[in-house]
């Protein structure tokens, strides 16, 4: 009983929140057992329209007492509902720019107390990163083949046309990254996070030598399988390896989403390993999922649906963390940036639809309605997220400019 006099009272709450709505529309329907059906309309009709079932009041607790992890965990669970989460995320999006002018501010004013406290977390280990990872890319390859290309790329596709298929949007994104490394038929070229294997054979089907590690065991297993089977394993060597325990010199680097993985407070090791494992006059290319700058300080420090639910203890950096690290811990700097956001909202958009066309196979799996309900929100989630340019995905050639000896 007063867990759903909870719910109406934090409904009361959100309801007026809503009716706020500077722009778009969102529409509500409620239909909650034993309660009588209700019907709320939000926001001008000028632009976007985004509906929302309720079938359960904890919806609106979940939403006023943990923000975007609530409003995830109620989809979750199964609290609310919508023929198009995306639309919803977006309106909410599009509405919370003021409230984040004012959180950034409160973390202007209170940042040099809070970021002392909150450095003194234990950082993640070698044993949590492993379990972290295993968390996601360890459900199991045969989940992630029923939505991703047949190069089983697991990050953001560049489309030189709207037509291009998403297989050959993430061959020409490894191949943008190759022209960005200027790599060189004798270079030997170090890849930071193997995914299955699309980048290290992409390379190595032209030629080059390529050393390739990931701490995900079935990562790992399947990319050894799948380039032994295209018949590139005697030039690409797959390391089970954590990026801490890398040695040997290259020619080139890369890494592909996955500094998101990376503690921030770890960054400065991260970028001083890499330039320890890069020859003189090398060049690293980075593809990141980023956050604006003026909202990475108060984002790393806080949780959202994404670290809750999909990649524990993940963070987004921004260029300017980057570049800050870089400064500080190295000698590398970045020479070009290239965003493509609506080149991931466009990837996400495609995976979200063949994984609902391929549901009852899904299901087949034995992954059970909540955890599809949760595939659904994330891929939805991340695309409005890209679509509004909340967040961006880059592409960071970074260069070496400490002096070449003489040989």
């Excluded at 330039?275 to 006059?281: A, F, K, W």
């Excluded at 984002?299 to 987004?316: C, H, M, Q, S, W």
Aim: glycine share 6%; hydrophobic share 40%; aromatic share 10%.
């Amino acid at each position: 009983m007063a867990e759903r006099w909870t719910g109406r009272a934090a409904a009361r709450v959100i309801h007026t929140l809503l009716s706020r709505l500077g722009s778009d529309r969102l529409e509500v329907a409620e239909r909650v057992p034993g309660r009588p059906t209700g019907y709320h309309s939000y926001g001008p009709d000028d632009g976007l329209t985004a509906r929302v079932v309720v079938v359960d009041h904890r919806a609106y607790s979940a939403v006023l007492t943990e923000g975007s992890i609530g409003l995830g965990r109620g989809f979750v669970e199964g609290w609310w509902t919508s023929d198009d989460p995306v639309a919803v995320v977006q309106v909410l999006i599009r509405n919370m720019r003021t409230l984040d002018r004012l959180r950034n501010r409160w973390q202007s004013a209170t940042g040099w107390a809070t970021d002392r406290l909150r450095t003194l977390r234990p950082r993640d280990s070698r044993e949590r990163n492993r379990d972290d990872i295993g968390a996601h890319y360890d459900i199991g390859n045969d989940f992630f083949e029923l939505f991703l290309d047949e190069t089983m790329t697991y990050s953001s596709a560049v489309f030189p046309t709207p037509g291009t298929s998403l297989a050959d949007a993430s061959r020409h994104k490894y191949d943008r990254l190759i022209d960005l490394l200027d790599l060189q038929p004798d270079h030997h070229l170090l890849e930071i996070g193997t995914g299955w294997g699309g980048m290290a054979m992409r390379t190595a089907e032209r030629g080059n030598r390529v050393t390739t590690t990931t701490i995900s065991a079935e990562q790992h297993s399947e990319a050894r399988r799948r380039i032994d089977e295209a018949g590139l394993s005697e030039r690409v060597t797959v390391l089970d390896a954590d990026w801490r325990d890398l040695e040997g010199s290259f020619d080139r680097i890369v890494s592909i989403e996955m500094i998101e993985a990376v503690d921030w407070r770890d960054y400065d090791d991260f970028f001083a390993t890499i330039e320890r494992r890069l020859r003189p006059g090398g060049r690293v290319a980075i593809q990141a999922i980023v956050l604006p700058d003026d909202r990475w300080h108060r984002a790393k420090k806080t949780e959202d649906f994404i670290r809750r639910f999909v990649f524990p203890n993940g963070y987004l950096p921004s260029v300017g963390a980057i570049e800050e690290s870089l400064a500080r811990a190295t000698r590398l700097q970045v020479a070009e940036v290239h965003h493509y956001a609506e080149h991931y909202a466009e990837t996400l958009r495609r995976w979200r639809e063949r994984f609902d066309d391929r549901i009852t196979e899904v299901a087949a799996l034995g992954l059970d309605a909540r955890f599809q309900r949760l595939w659904r929100f994330y891929l939805a989630y991340c695309e409005a997220g890209f679509r509004e340019h909340h967040c961006s995905v880059v592409q960071i050639l970074i260069e070496d400019r400490r002096p070449i000896e003489a040989s």
